[in-house]
């Protein structure tokens, strides 16, 4: 799961993490036998032409190709440096989210009043979660798959009461 419940920090011993990060399919380990694969697979036809001058009209555009692929992908790891940090304390439920861009939005309530809800319909992507609170509604891993946001949706049903509690 993109998602991790860390144990409380020295000295708040009411208060829990929750991270969600978007999922990479492809780690950084692929991403580099891939751009090499894709490299050495678009030289196999230059090998007919090494000795002559086509080999240089056709170098360019095939070094062109295989840099798009390595933009395209590092492009999609850039975005996806997004983060969401869900902290459940003994008086507040705060929800941190860091952009792609760097910039940040948080939204903060008072824990007795926060609510979870799934939207199966109606939202941006189907089984939408949001915490409610504080006049607010806000989203809580939209960039999750349908399943991880089915499993997420119970984890925060099950640990919101159990801050309530604390």
Not at 53 to 70: C, K, Q, T
Not at 125 to 131: C, F, P, S
Request: charged share 15%; proline share 6%.
């Amino acid at each position: 799961m993109p998602y991790r419940w860390s144990a409380p920090p020295q000295g708040a011993e009411n208060e829990i993490t929750l991270t969600l990060w978007p999922h990479r399919s492809l780690p950084r380990r692929g991403f580099a036998a891939f751009v090499l694969a894709t490299f050495a697979l678009i030289c196999i036809p230059l090998l007919a032409l090494l000795g002559t001058v086509l080999l240089w009209g056709m170098l360019p555009f095939l070094l062109l190709a295989v840099g798009g692929i390595w933009w395209a992908l590092e492009s999609t790891y850039r975005s996806a440096q997004l983060s969401e940090v869900l902290t459940l304390g003994p008086d507040e439920v705060r929800l941190r989210r860091v952009e792609a861009t760097g910039a940040t939005r948080e939204w903060q309530c008072n824990r007795y009043w926060a609510r979870v809800a799934m939207h199966a319909t109606g939202g941006p992507v189907a089984h939408y979660v949001t915490l409610a609170g504080n006049g607010r509604e806000v989203e809580i891993g939209a960039f999750l798959s349908e399943d991880e946001r089915k499993a997420l949706y119970g984890d925060l049903c099950r640990a919101l009461p159990a801050a309530q509690a604390g």
